[in-house]
């Protein structure tokens, strides 16, 4: 941050600050707020050819925006990151000039280049449940095999994220019929947890060396500590290719398989948005985009006219 002055460093802080406490923002949403910001505010200074303090930066002008977005697609910034980027520097600019009482205007108004959202990659019934069945065989440890299975039941049959069934502590085993997960934020949401998940962790925590503590993780890696994402990324990459499954077939696939088979059969959109805790409805309207691409290929398959 070298090339920034103190009193936009100053700045920036008091804004990640206000995001982390009043907005709830995650962690890794501060930090990649804190890049962007400091990445635009280096570049400005570049162009400009003087460290920008803050009365400089309520100067900047569209010709400014441009050039900066110019340069980050010369850079090799691909269009779904430039707006995350604009995004973040707008959100800094909203506070900005609220605090210091100049006219936004020109950040404000930069549009954010036009990218084809991909729509999530689920894993079809049948291979979802083969990938839970697989994951079980890639240890010869049999507390190992039954906690990697376990977690992929939760990821599938709960629709949580990797991170949230790694956070879960000995406190929540038994598993109870409803789970209280804190999600992206800190918001936090009631998921049901089907019987097959919660007989799932019953069978890892009996055969598990470790001892059942409160505040200790629940799910433990091979000498005690947390298990790490990694580990499961890993014995889920083996099993899909065992099974000839696409790349694709991630621990967030199984969210996103969870999402889709509930949409496919005829769950209401607003309720599998609150069981996935999407702070948008628009979020979780991509997967009538890939219900949609499935009917269609059922369609263009089978239909005697397509």
């Known amino acids: 941050m070298s090339l920034i002055s103190p009193a936009c460093r100053d700045a920036l802080q008091h804004w990640l600050d206000t995001q982390r406490a009043l907005a709830g923002r995650a962690d890794n949403t501060i930090t990649a707020y804190r890049t962007d910001v400091v990445e635009f505010m280096s570049f400005m200074t570049v162009h400009f050819g003087a460290t920008q303090g803050l009365a400089p930066l309520a100067r900047i002008g569209v010709p400014d925006m441009r050039a900066w977005m110019a ?13 995350r980027k604009l995004s973040a520097v707008k959100n800094f600019y909203r506070w900005l000039a609220e605090r210091e009482g100049f006219e936004p205007t020109a950040v404000l108004s930069t549009r954010a280049p036009k990218f084809q959202r991909k729509l999530p990659r689920p894993l079809a019934e049948d291979a979802a449940r083969a990938m839970i069945d697989t994951v079980e065989l890639q240890s010869t440890k049999p507390w190992i095999a039954a906690r990697d299975m376990a977690v992929v039941t939760l990821l599938y049959g709960c629709g949580l994220r990797i991170s949230e069934a790694l956070s879960l502590t000995g406190r929540a085993a038994p598993l109870p019929a409803t789970l209280r997960i804190r ?29 059942l503590e409160p505040d200790a993780p629940l799910f433990r890696g091979a000498r005690g500590g947390p298990l790490n994402a990694r580990s499961i990324q890993a014995v889920m990459a083996k099993a899909r290719m065992q099974l000839g499954l696409p790349a694709t077939a991630t621990p967030h696939a199984m969210r996103h398989s969870f999402a889709t088979h509930l949409l496919e059969a005829g769950g209401d959109l607003r309720a599998i948005q609150e069981l996935l805790g999407h702070a948008s409805l628009s979020t979780t309207q991509a997967y009538t985009a890939v219900d949609t691409a499935h009917l269609m290929e059922v369609y263009n398959r089978s239909h005697p006219k397509a």
């Open 71 to 83: 340069q980050m697609r010369a850079d090799g910034i691909g269009p779904r990151s430039l707006a």
């Open 183 to 211: 999600g992206k934020g800190g918001k936090e949401r009631l998921v049901p947890v089907i019987p097959v998940a919660r007989a799932s962790v019953d069978a890892y925590l009996r055969l598990c060396p470790w001892p």
